[in-house]
């Protein structure tokens, strides 16, 4: 669901408008090696989970027609939701060529005048972050662990080393995050189209002992008569065909490093066709069987033993390696969609690191690099097999899903302005399917559902906790704010002018700042030009160079200047200022020093959140990473102020 950057972005941030020149088939190429990595591991065990036992309810008899409901189901279900869906539908709502609930989000309240509706949605934009976020720990979990249980097929006695192995493969994976990855970037493609083109292979090599399946599985009727005859069972059985579609969301929130007609083109042409093969072939493996006992032993891992022994060596360091790129390109998400929430308002600054020198897209971010490996490796620990984590896999790709299709209808509804009876339908449609599939991952809640409900609830507290504390914080210094057209007035005669330029940071456009408050009262210096300047984030990825700047001359060598942003470009300060031939003309940066105002809460007798959501965004004003390191400001100009404010 995320919007991702990934190491092999083919478009900088800095060029993104020409990022899309290069040719639809090159780009198409390089979406194979990000986009599709989650997805393309599913077939590890998304079908084997189907026929699995689940809440007590005993595993589903692997005979021809549960084997064909269940192809079917997982056809249809890749149809519905991510043909349809995603790439014919929601990648048509984009923010400027970028997709993912953040991106969508800020169009919405970009372009709505109605804030009545648009809070809501606020609210479930944000709770789709924090799925995110929940499946950003267990994808890497769930993907290397199945790969891992693999290795038990060519080396034998290996089931005692299969979760230490994984856990080491994990910590080397964010070991490595902060050297960047844009050399391993370049193995992507490679590594996932041969990975695929097995895929294809090894369903294939079984498919041509009985072609008949291919027509049962596109047949809906077979996927009808599976609940039909089974109820509780099929609908139990949802729960896991959908694990055959996590990942769906990436091809929204990477639609702005490829473009949709390039991932459109490589799921239509390959990566659809690969899986659905592979799919098959595995339901093929199963019909084969003489006896229900031989079918039986084969369904508890399909994929592994679908494999000649001849290639089993190589097919499963693929596999494995599949699964480290899948890994690796969440957790690049996380990175980026941490970024969008930085600049957006719902995250606290953080330190952020950038990799490469020539894509804005490849970044590091510390904390999230380290909370999210503790988080993967305890995943590891407490469920032990892939088989477990799978029951708590589905609740935050659903939840994520669901929340984009009521994103959907409001941009349908709204801002497309698209008739009651072309939207509704399609509305309907989806809700009916993501409902489906949500609520039969509810059923998992006691066997591990419950974890990433848990973390994405705690998440979202964080989120709106921070976002409504700014907002308070920002409601009582403009209250108490002196207007700085009277301020420029009176400051002239009651401080010293001195030679070069002051910048005062402020985040409104209105009052003065804080520190330039204490400056004058304390220091009694002002020097002969002062900027009060305001970094805007705008609720879209980047702002044309023509509505980048905006000053207003104050007089007595006042001038307040906000500097327009979009969300996926970088806040650099001094940069941005060196560009700037206004207010006073050009600046020089060893003439220039920067005031910063640090806060310091204090309690209200009217709190404007409760007291234990006060003393949580105190917690987190405490440990933002300083302005000076996210606005790229030079350590040897930089004099922090500090102040007192309540909420």
Not at 115 to 137: C, E, H, I, K, R
Not at 252 to 265: N, Q, S, V
Not at 441 to 451: A, D, E, H, M
């Amino acid at each position: 669901m995320s919007s991702t950057a990934n190491p092999t972005d083919p478009v900088p941030a800095q060029n993104h408008a020409q990022g899309h020149r290069a040719s639809t088939g090159s780009l198409a190429i390089g979406a194979v090696g990000v986009v599709f990595g989650d997805i393309g591991t599913s077939p590890l065990y998304a079908f084997r989970e189907t026929f699995a036992s689940h809440n007590g309810v005993p595993g589903i008899t692997p005979d021809a027609e549960h084997i064909h409901g269940v192809l079917s189901l997982v056809f249809w279900s890749m149809m519905m939701v991510v043909t349809v869906k995603y790439v014919l539908t929601i990648m048509r709502a984009d923010n400027q060529g970028e997709g993912g609930s953040l991106a969508l989000l800020a169009l919405i309240k970009r372009t709505s005048d109605k804030a009545g509706w648009t809070a809501p949605l606020v609210l479930l934009g944000v709770f789709a972050t924090a799925l995110f976020y929940g499946d950003s720990m267990i994808t890497p979990a769930i993907s290397v662990l199945s790969a891992t249980e693999g290795l038990q097929y060519i080396v034998p006695g290996f089931k005692p080393w299969i979760v230490p192995t994984a856990v080491a493969i994990l910590f080397g994976l964010f070991a490595i995050q902060s050297r960047g990855t844009e050399r391993v970037g370049k193995l992507f493609s490679p590594v996932m189209l041969t990975y695929f083109v097995m895929l294809a292979t090894l369903g294939v090599m079984h498919l041509s002992a009985n072609p008949a399946i291919i027509l049962e599985t596109i047949n809906p009727l077979n996927a009808l008569r599976f609940f039909a005859t089974d109820g509780l069972v099929a609908f139990i059985a949802l729960g896991s065909v959908v694990l055959a579609v996590t990942g769906a969301e990436a091809l929204y929130a990477d639609m702005g490093h490829f473009g949709r007609k390039p991932i459109a083109l490589s799921w239509l042409s390959f990566v659809f066709p690969a899986l659905m093969l592979n799919y098959m072939g595995q339901g093929a493996l199963i019909l084969s069987q003489t006896s229900p006992e031989a079918a039986s032993a084969l369904i508890q891992d399909p994929f592994f033993l679908m494999i000649p022994d001849l290639v089993r060596v190589p097919v499963v360091i693929l596999a494995l390696l599949a699964t480290i790129i899948a890994s690796q390109a969440v957790i690049s998400g996380a990175f980026s969609l941490t970024q969008q929430a930085i600049q957006l308002g719902f995250i606290p600054r953080m330190e952020i690191h950038h990799t490469s020198a020539s894509a804005a897209g490849q970044i590091y971010i510390p904390a999230i690099n380290w909370g999210l490996m503790v988080m993967v490796i305890l995943l590891v620990l407490f469920f032990q097999s892939s088989s477990n984590l799978a029951a708590a896999y589905g609740i935050a790709v659903t939840g994520a899903m669901f929340i984009d299709t009521l994103l959907l209808a409001a941009v349908l509804f709204a801002l497309w302005r698209w008739p009651v009876w072309k939207a509704l339908p399609l509305v309907i449609v989806f809700l009916i399917v993501d409902v489906a599939y949500f609520g039969a991952n509810l059923i998992k809640v006691p066997q591990g559902g419950w974890v990433p409900l848990l973390i994405g609830f705690v998440i979202f507290t964080l989120l709106t906790t921070w976002s409504r504390g700014r907002e308070l914080m920002r409601a009582s210094m403009t209250e108490s704010a002196l207007p700085i057209e009277i301020f420029a007035k009176s400051a002239q005669n009651s401080a010293t002018r001195v030679l070069g330029t002051s910048v005062f940071m402020a985040s409104t456009n209105s009052g003065v700042p804080s520190a330039l408050l204490h400056n004058i009262k304390h220091n009694k210096v002002l020097h002969e030009r002062v900027l009060i300047l305001t970094v805007a984030v705008q609720g879209m990825p980047y702002v044309d160079e023509s509505e980048r700047y905006e000053c207003k001359d104050l007089g007595n060598g006042f001038y307040r200047v906000t500097i327009n942003c979009g969300f996926l470009e970088e806040t650099d300060v001094p940069k941005l200022l060196g560009t700037l031939d206004l207010c006073g003309g050009k600046f020089d940066m060893m003439h220039t020093s920067f005031f910063l105002s640090r806060q310091t809460l204090l309690p209200s007798s009217k709190p404007g959140m409760a007291i234990w959501r006060e003393k949580l965004f105190a917690w987190m004003l405490r440990n933002a990473a300083s302005a000076m390191a996210f606005f790229r400001l030079p350590t040897n100009r930089v004099v922090e102020l500090g102040s007192q404010v309540e909420i």
